[in-house]
């Protein structure tokens, strides 16, 4: 008989609350023990996995997931198994994509996986989601991250290293690659015919006064760039130095429009994203919102 049977069960969201870690956390350390491996889109469990007890139950809205039996609870809270000798470190990621450690960093840290501490380098939420594990130097004790071999597979941070390389696709492909249909179809209805001071193409007049006055204050920016997560959303602007991401909204009132809009600012409070959205009313005065908006982030603009 299974020793598991009529144990109660626990989601990995109830496992996650009560080892106060993310789910994505969770997900990574139980894939690491090779309990599960993913598959396509979704989590499957192996044989550890299911002699361990987990098990698939249906959800009518969300369909098949993986329980687990609560005794599993006291062994994760317990084995404390260290399983960052089995990780990825910067340097190994960098010799896979022919890139140093030092780049390899600052393109995790543009993409806000990483932040930098005070003798080295820290995880953040969205990079422990990512695989990200937090370690420390034995000798030196200074702060390092270690990685599931999944990040060197992860399209967003595929992507950016291709982009550093100049190893990028045809402009047009790249407008439309990773983008569901409607934000195909909204990017066809206002193509970049307007040519901002930086060199930038945007998509209109609003978006070519924001990056003009990004551009005169000095701040380092990008212009629709792709947000490191599953979902396929892509910013206005995204200003690297403290990781904050700025839209535009006009006054389209198409379905479509704004269904893409609670969708995209649904995907940003998921994961927590900091956000600045402007309308034409604050685009009209951009000296007075912008630097406000902006130094609640910790941005100056003096």
Same mark, same amino acid.
């Given at each position: 008989?299974?020793?598991?049977?009529?144990?109660?069960?626990?989601?990995?969201?109830?496992?996650?609350?009560? /080892?106060?870690?993310?789910?994505?956390? /969770?997900?990574?350390?139980?894939? +690491?023990? %090779?309990? *599960?491996?993913?598959?396509?889109?979704?989590?499957?469990?192996?044989?550890?996995?299911?002699?361990?007890?987990?098990?698939?139950?249906?959800?009518?809205?969300? %369909?098949?997931?993986?329980?687990?039996?609560?005794?599993?609870?006291?062994?994760? !809270?317990?084995?404390?198994?260290?399983?960052?000798?089995?990780?990825?470190?910067?340097?190994? *990621?960098?010799? @896979?994509?022919?890139?140093? $450690? +030092?780049?390899? !960093?600052?393109?995790?840290?543009?993409?806000?996986?990483?932040?930098?501490?005070?003798?080295?380098?820290?995880?953040?939420?969205?990079?422990?989601?990512? %695989?990200?594990?937090?370690?420390?130097?034995?000798?030196? =004790? $200074?702060?390092?991250?270690?990685?599931?071999?999944? #990040?060197?597979? @992860?399209?967003?941070?595929?992507?950016?290293?291709?982009?550093?390389?100049?190893?990028?696709?045809?402009?047009?492909?790249?407008?439309?690659?990773?983008?569901?249909?409607?934000?195909?179809? *909204?990017?066809?209805?206002?193509?970049?015919?307007?040519? $901002?001071?930086?060199?930038?193409?945007?998509?209109?007049?609003?978006?070519?006064? *924001?990056? @003009?006055?990004?551009?005169?204050?000095?701040?380092?920016?990008?212009?629709?760039?792709?947000?490191?997560?599953?979902? +396929?959303?892509?910013?206005?602007?995204?200003?690297? +130095?403290?990781?904050?991401? #700025?839209?535009?909204? =006009?006054?389209?009132?198409?379905?479509?429009?704004?269904?893409?809009?609670?969708?995209?600012? $649904?995907?940003?409070?998921?994961?927590?994203?900091?956000?600045?959205?402007?309308?034409?009313?604050?685009?009209? @005065?951009?000296?007075?919102?912008?630097?406000?908006?902006?130094?609640?982030?910790?941005?100056?603009?003096?």
């Amino acid at each position: 008989m299974n020793q598991h049977h009529n144990m109660k069960e626990l989601s990995t969201t109830a496992l996650a609350e009560k /080892l106060n870690v993310t789910s994505q956390e /969770l997900f990574q350390r139980r894939s +690491n023990l %090779g309990l *599960i491996v993913r598959s396509d889109k979704a989590w499957e469990l192996t044989t550890s996995g299911r002699q361990k007890g987990g098990l698939y139950k249906d959800h009518e809205k969300w %369909g098949k997931y993986i329980v687990w039996p609560e005794s599993f609870l006291d062994e994760l !809270n317990n084995a404390n198994i260290d399983v960052s000798q089995h990780l990825l470190t910067s340097t190994s *990621i960098g010799k @896979n994509f022919d890139i140093s $450690a +030092n780049k390899t !960093n600052s393109i995790l840290s543009e993409l806000g996986l990483i932040e930098r501490g005070l003798k080295g380098w820290m995880v953040t939420k969205l990079g422990k989601g990512m %695989g990200g594990v937090q370690c420390e130097e034995k000798v030196s =004790g $200074a702060p390092y991250v270690r990685w599931s071999e999944s #990040i060197i597979t @992860n399209k967003i941070v595929v992507s950016s290293i291709k982009e550093m390389k100049g190893d990028v696709p045809s402009p047009v492909l790249s407008q439309t690659q990773n983008i569901t249909p409607i934000g195909i179809e *909204i990017r066809d209805k206002y193509p970049p015919t307007f040519k $901002a001071m930086d060199g930038h193409f945007v998509r209109s007049k609003a978006e070519m006064l *924001i990056d @003009n006055w990004l551009y005169y204050v000095g701040l380092l920016h990008a212009y629709e760039r792709e947000l490191p997560v599953e979902e +396929n959303v892509i910013s206005d602007f995204y200003i690297p +130095n403290g990781k904050v991401y #700025i839209e535009y909204w =006009g006054y389209d009132n198409d379905s479509k429009y704004t269904s893409r809009k609670e969708e995209k600012l $649904a995907i940003y409070k998921k994961h927590e994203f900091h956000l600045i959205q402007l309308t034409d009313k604050e685009v009209q @005065n951009l000296d007075a919102t912008l630097p406000r908006l902006l130094l609640h982030f910790g941005i100056r603009t003096e």
